[in-house]
RNA sequence: GGUCGGGUAGCUCAGCUGGAUAGAGCAACAGCCUUCUAAGCUGUGGGUCUUGGGUUCGAAUCCCAACCUGAUCACCA
């Protein structure tokens, strides 16, 4: 079965030298050439003492005549193609078949717990285009982590602390005449932030009152009632002033109830929520302990500081000067909470990428602390997304929101669909279905396929243009594929198990091997925390799916035991569509 | 200025643990539907992989430098 031992003892033998398994390096075979596995054989000279030609003509003379699996082979320039023979491709299709959850390793109690925090919103406005690209990376991951035997604990941390909030709460106190989310008809979270904005604009105006008296920016700023009224409250809301933290509570709740909203309709989840409200004293009493420790140190106005200058960076502050709390501080809280709750080996951290510095820090100062978690955590950093009009700007009103853009693609999806006949003879409920399916498909696709690295540009109208590298492109394949095994099934086409004489196609054999491939690109994923890589490679299997259908009539085709081989073929490669997409958080049509 | 990313076709992106003639899609052009989903398939054109050095049998890939670009740099979260 494993062709890398095979070749590794091949050389062994025939140059009577032992050869480490990472010099052994086989590659997929170029298409232009014979061959499914290629040796490249430049690292094998020095024991050969040939040249490149004779070494691979040798090793390929030998695997021929030892090995039953290869075929054939042939040399070109320093690289040895080999063949693998049909028997074995078809032995591979049947394990495939065989096994109902392909490509994936279940979880047992004792397998390693990673906790994945994402999406992180404020509580003082709606999901926007960032916080979808942040969703949707890390539900995959967390998929994708899951396949690979980890248990896995989704976590968000909702700011739902700070003067952000209280500027919200302000504005609604003094302008929103009680509006409520079902009074206005609005969203929770659309309607706090709202009241957001109107703090600012509100602010803005008092601002500009004051300095057309002749007072300067600084003065107006210190003089604004609006900021004065805010602060207080904050100092209310932290003394537990029952009537600000009661508001607090009614205003939040409606927020989450529209957050849940976004979440359900993304189709993400989490299995533990932390609210900074309740972590933030926990981190002042973790930094205070390291102070005690000497770990940390006080300055003369009473700030408590990291000095990180050994480690390279600067000093951090980690509380203020009247002891309130920074961000730093309730991060350190919040890891501190979750690791007394939870088993935790390992921690991911869903976040963009402006907060780099920040994570570097995070690591350094809980390993300081003592915490063994420290070193190993992992910033999932990732880039930001850009529309093709620019950047999303909250000052310039340009920031595309979350449930609005869904709500687009959706519509989109219904229009184009129908535009081209497709939802004929559906019901609306149908239609709509399918339309949520392939909308949201064409989003998660297009921004899942792009390394998070990079900054990208999500353009709605490519995304959901049904050709090329798209989500409702390889839903289509899907839908298709679940097509001609219905019409299999309605005329009656058994299948029987196949035959391991059959002489099969180089095109199928080739797809047999992409299909093969899937497990060790899941287990690649999740090494290199990469759900694009799980986007691309089904992709390129569509692709190759595509090719081959086009070549045979699948259906009509005389020899039963042939017909059924590419049934099962196209069964498998549906089966990996599916549970590929499904590490993305992507659903598939049965039909379309 | 310091630190960390990114720079591949007109556009959007793969490829990056070094391997053969650098790949897709979009856009452009030319073909393919009596019959299983044409939202498809086939073909053509399009590249000094930012630049310059280095490492070696071999560099888009690794190292160094420069340039361009993004993020960040202590009391915002």
Redesign the pocket.
Known sequence: MNIQISVQKAIETLYAQSVDGSQV?L?K??K??K?HL?L?V??FLKISKKNPEQTAQEIGEYLVKNESVIAEFNV????L?LTISSSYWIDILENINADKNFGTISSTENSPLVMIEYSSP?TNKPLHLGHIRNNLLGYSLAEIMKANGYNVVKTNIV?D????ICKSMLAWQKLGNGATPESTGKKGDHLIGDYYVLFDKEYKKELNELQSKGLSKEDAETQSVWMAEAREMLREWEAGDEETVALWKKMNSWVYAGFDETYKRLGVDFDKIYY?SETYLIGKEQVLEGLNKGVFYK?E?G?VWADLTSE?L????LL??DGT???MT?DIGTAKLRFDDYPINKMIYVV???????FQVLSLLLDKLGFEFGKGLTHFSY??VEL?EG?MKSREGTVVDADDLVMEMVST?KE??EA?G??DGYSEEEANN?SEI?GLGALKYFIL???P?????F?PQ?SI??????G??IQ?TY??I???LR?AAEQGIQLISLDKTLAISEKEENLIQNINAFSSVVK?AAESY?P??IA?YV?ELV?EY??F??D?????EENKAIRNMRLILSENTGKVIKTGFGLLGINVPE??
């Open positions: 390096q590659q075979t170029k232009e050439f061959g290629t490249v430049f690292p070109i320039k320093g690289f193609n404020n700011n602390r700070g003067i952000h900074e300055q106005d700030s390279g600067d000093h951090k502050l203020r000067a709390s920074v961000y309730q963009g990428n402006e907060q780099n510095y920040h880039g930001m093709p950047k999806a184009v669909s081209l497709k939802l399918v392939v396929k792009v390394d690295r990079k900054n990208m540009t353009n490519e243009d049904f050709n090329g590298n798209t409702p492109f289509y839908a298709r679940q097509s001609v019409k690649e990469s694009s890589l691309n992709y692709k595509n090719q259908y086009h045979f009539s699948i259906l009509r039909r379309m």
